[in-house]
């Protein structure tokens, strides 16, 4: 466990952690907020996502026991929580470290702190986090990405010496293509819909 000050207690409504995460430092203290790497899914993990996701986005349901079970065993994916000082979950994060011929990379992926945990410092002490360990592994740099109507959470990418990079971001959707096919097959328009 990596335990952190933050600024502020929080009501800390949800789910504990419970067992299942591997510590990376010294335990939790009143006022801290603690960083676990998950290696073990509990019910109380399940219910802890089931809250925080929607929280992040509107149109990925949360994951369940199974996909979560996926995630953890994952030698790609490691599940960071922070918990609070009564050992409620009040945000994740996921860090994926993967080779490819250039380099071992490091993407942080679906971070979310409580909105009742939110300018705490949690989301600093997750992405503190998941740094060191991408670091620690050999990654050179860090890569995540943040809508821009997430002002707070780019002020505190910048603050933890995060830039932007000029590049462009791509997604390829399964669900766009398969409405794109049926139209073609129907006559209809282009596949061209940015």
């Known amino acids: 466990m990596t335990t952190r000050p933050i600024g502020r207690d929080r009501d800390g409504s949800g789910s504990g952690a419970g067992s299942g995460s591997r510590s990376t430092g010294s335990g939790s203290v009143s006022g801290a907020v603690t960083v676990s790497e998950i290696t073990s899914v509990t019910p109380a993990l399940v219910e802890a996502l089931r809250r925080l996701v929607p929280q992040l986005s509107m149109s990925s349901p949360p994951p369940g026991a199974d996909e979560l079970e996926e995630l953890c065993s994952s030698e790609v994916t490691t599940l960071l929580i922070a918990t609070d000082d009564r ?48 670091e620690r592994a050999g990654a050179r740099s860090v890569d995540l990405t943040s809508r821009p109507s997430r002002e707070e959470a780019n002020r505190l990418y910048r603050r933890l010496g995060f830039s932007p990079r000029s590049t462009n971001v791509y997604r390829w959707n399964a669900d766009s293509i398969a409405l794109d096919r049926s139209d073609s097959e129907m006559g209809g328009g282009t596949s061209d819909q940015c």
């Open 87 to 134: 050992g409620v979950i009040i945000g994740t994060l996921t860090l994926a470290l993967f080779r490819v011929p250039t380099g071992l990379r490091a993407w942080i992926e679906d971070v979310v702190v409580d909105s009742s945990a939110r300018g705490a410092g949690a989301g600093a002490a997750l992405v503190t986090e998941a740094v060191e360990r991408a």
